[in-house]
Nanobody, 123 residues
Framework: QVDLVESGGRAVQAGGSLRLSCVGS????????MGWFRQAPGTEREFVAAVFRKTLMKYYSDSIAGRFTISWDSAKNTVYLQMSSLKSEDTAVYYC????????????????WGQGTQVTVSS
């Protein structure tokens, strides 16, 4: 069973915007944190943003702060990543993930992952 399904990735020009979505299964509703990570070819998976479901506290990596916004729709069990002012270095596969751990910026703290959605930014 697939618990997280991402969508919204596509090719876009530098300076443009995209919104990624991640729909969670019922099994993910109780998990503490929803996060977004990304991975470019030849690099390690990198933390992008996370939101704590109960408190709605949000955290961002320095590389995207001020350009990306994470949000959570509890009714739809969906987490979004609104990306603006996109740069070529934002090109990567973007993954949605969920965990009960408060270590929100560590990939190994997450145990439920989506399949990823490709974002390609051309300059």
């Amino acid at each position: 069973q697939v618990d997280l399904v991402e969508s919204g990735g596509r090719a876009v020009q530098a300076g443009g915007s995209l919104r990624l979505s991640c729909v969670g299964s019922e099994r993910t509703r109780s998990l503490l944190v929803m996060g977004w990570f990304r991975q470019a070819p030849g690099t390690e998976r990198e933390f992008v943003a996370a939101v704590f479901r109960k408190t709605l506290m949000k955290y961002y990596s320095d590389s995207i702060a001020g350009r990306f916004t994470i949000s959570w729709d509890s009714a739809k069990n969906t987490v979004y990543l609104q990306m603006s002012s996109l740069k070529s270095e934002d090109t990567a596969v973007y993954y949605c993930a969920a965990t009960d751990s408060s270590d929100h910026n560590r990939p190994d703290a997450y145990y439920t992952w989506g399949q990823g959605t490709q974002v390609t930014v051309s300059s």
